[in-house]
């Protein structure tokens, strides 16, 4: 799948992503059921992956 975005784009999608992170972390260590932080952890994985690509391509549309 391809996502085409302008820069403004590119950089607000980052940023919602960005400020997703510490709301995710914070319901991690609210605790819960053991499953569910399991679960909570590796979508904080997957969002730091996502948000390092975004970043990544923010970085490379800057520099051209």
């Known amino acids: 799948m391809v ?3 302008n ?3 590119w950089e607000v999608l980052t940023r919602i992503v ?3 992170l510490p709301e995710l ?3 991690i260590a609210s605790g819960g059921p053991f499953d569910w ?3 909570a952890k590796k979508e904080e994985e997957l969002v730091k992956d996502i948000l390092a ?3 990544s391509h ?3 549309g800057k520099a051209a």
């Open 3 to 5: 996502l085409e975005l």
């Open 7 to 9: 820069e403004k784009e």
């Open 18 to 20: 960005d400020s997703y």
């Open 25 to 27: 972390r914070g319901l």
């Open 37 to 39: 932080r399991i679960d």
């Open 53 to 55: 690509k975004l970043q």
């Open 58 to 60: 923010v970085e490379l």
